[in-house]
Every structure is written in C-alpha cells, then in structure tokens.
C-alpha cells in the first residue's frame, strides 16, 4: 500500500473550510447590540412607548434624530428646540403626532425673558388643524397677518410693565 499524498494546497482549502464552519453559527448569530438597543421603545416621565425619532433616557443618541433628543427628569418630558425648551404634552407614534407646550408659558403667558422662537419647518411638518399662538410684546401694531382672536394683558417683563401686548392666535 502506498501512503495518500495530499499536494499542499488541497490540504490548506480543507483547513481553511473547516475553520469557516466550525465559526460561521458565531459570526451569523451575533447581533448589532445597536440595533437591539434602538428596536426596543422607552418611556419618558408619563410618556411611554416612545419610538424613532426620539431618543433619551435609556435610550442612546444613535437611536434617534438630532434634535430630537427628551429629557425626563420630572413626570413630564421636555424637549429644547432653538433654544426654547417645551413640555411634551403627548406622543402619538401611529398618528405620528407630537403635541408641545412652551415650558415657560405654561403656567403664565408673562415669561421672565422675552426670547424669539420658531420650530424648524424642516424638523416638523405641520397637520391642517395646527393651531399657532403668537405672542407680541410692546408691538404698536400687530403684523399684517389673517387675525383670530385678539386679546390685551399686561405683562411685567425684564422688570417693564407693558399693557400693550395682545395675544394673538389665527
């Protein structure tokens, strides 16, 4: 009898195949840890069962949008936009709806500081039925804009009494 010669390469190929079958089940069966993280929903002060875009709490910045990032200290989340920080009053992910109020007008429409904000039209597409309320202090005259409702208050802002300003809403 004589002995089997392998040639050298035959031998290698067998190795190399053997070594990809025996590691291939650890390669298939692992798991993005990222995306185990960001398929899971979480819940923010009263808020639960929040998903994409948002992200905080538990839940890391990779899972959500820039900006879109909730801070949930206290029962109700907050979320800062240009600035301004709101309280998120409520999360709709079916309807895909996100009802904000200004967290320094909540309470009372007289802020300790007068500061301008808009929300990023490119951030936020707004439904049909978007209500908006604008604040004008110390304005003579109101833009030439279609008026709701006006009404006149008082407010005592940056240590100024102003009884000219009017709140308008269309």
């Known amino acids: 009898m004589h002995p089997l010669h392998l040639p050298g390469s035959f031998f ?27 398929n899971r929903t979480f819940a923010c002060g009263n808020i639960e069962n929040i998903g994409y875009p948002f992200w905080g ?10 900006g879109f990032q ?23 992910n079916e309807s895909r709806l ?4 200004r967290a320094d007008y909540l309470d009372n429409p007289c802020p ?25 202090y110390h304005c003579r005259q ?9 009404i006149n208050f008082a407010c005592n802002v940056n240590a100024t009494t102003f009884s000219s300003v009017y709140l308008y809403s269309n």
């Open 70 to 92: 909730l801070n949930c200290g206290d029962s109700t989340p907050e979320i800062t936009i240009m600035s301004a920080t709101y309280h998120v009053l409520g999360i709709n």
């Open 142 to 150: 109101i833009p030439n804009q279609q008026i709701g409702s006006i």
């Open 112 to 136: 300790t500081s007068v500061i301008n904000t808009t929300l990023n039209p490119d951030l936020f597409e707004f439904t049909p039925d978007t209500q908006d309320i604008n604040l004008y």
């Open 98 to 101: 996100l009802t904000l109020a």
């Open 12 to 38: 290698f190929f067998i190795i190399t195949i053997t070594f990809v079958l025996i590691h291939a089940p650890k390669f298939a069966s692992s798991v993005d840890e990222r995306y185990v993280n960001c």
């Open 57 to 66: 709490s538990d839940r890391p910045d990779y899972c959500g949008f820039p």
